[in-house]
Structure formats: C-alpha cells, structure tokens
Nanobody
Framework: QLQLAESGGGLAQPGESLRLSCLASGSGFSGYTMGWFRQAPGKQRELVAT???????DYANSVKGRFTISRDNDKNAAFLQMNSLQPEDTAVYFCNAVLTMSRAARYEYWGPGTQVTVSS
C-alpha cells in the first residue's frame, strides 16, 4: 500500500520551468509504474507521462520534448521536470502509482494534486 504526496507546483511565466516531486510512503515502490496526470478547468483528467519499474517512459504528445519524468527508487520518489511551460499546461497535476498482478489484482493510488499555473 502506498500514500502519495505531490509538491513543487506554483506559478510560472511562459517559457519558465518547474519541477514536480511525488513522495511515496509504503513498501514496494520500485515495483509500481509511476505516472503524472493533469486536469485543467473544464477538461477531463489526462495522462501526461509514465515511467515503468524498468525505466521505460511514455509521454503525451503535447509535452514531448518539454517534460521529463524520472524516478529515484532509493528515495521512493518520482519527478516531473517541466520546461518551456505554456498557459495550456495550467492544471492540477496528480501523481499516480499502479501495480498490476497478472490475472489477480490491480492496485492504483493517487496523490491529492498540486496546482500549476502558467500565466504572464
């Protein structure tokens, strides 16, 4: 079982950078696929990036080349480096952890979210 907590959100101007952190409490962190999602006003929650236990990364097309997801298993942490921020990136960003047990069970955890606002 994991508990997730995001930090690092805030206000940025277009073109600036922010780094989000997700700290997990619990056991078995290294076995989870970690992800970042975001939800903008009036829109559904969307996947931003994921990183597997083996380090494979996937990104939404809208953030490719600008955002980088990473993890530090020794620290039970995941990160999202956000560069070249644009107003369209404004959203609440959520940390996510998923563990799928084959033909048995799926475990999914969410953090409470952190606000990112990009505005001049």
């Amino acid at each position: 079982q994991l508990q997730l907590a995001e930090s690092g959100g805030g206000l940025a101007q277009p073109g600036e950078s922010l780094r989000l952190s997700c700290l997990a409490s619990g056991s078995g962190f290294s076995g989870y696929t970690m992800g970042w999602f975001r939800q903008a006003p009036g829109k559904q929650r969307e996947l931003v990036a994921t990183i597997t236990r083996g380090g494979n990364r996937d990104y939404a097309n809208s953030v490719k080349g600008r955002f980088t997801i990473s993890r530090d298993n020794d620290k039970n942490a995941a990160f999202l480096q956000m560069n070249s921020l644009q107003p369209e990136d404004t959203a609440v960003y959520f940390c996510n952890a998923v563990l799928t047990m084959s033909r048995a069970a799926r475990y999914e955890y969410w953090g409470p979210g952190t606000q990112v606002t990009v505005s001049s």
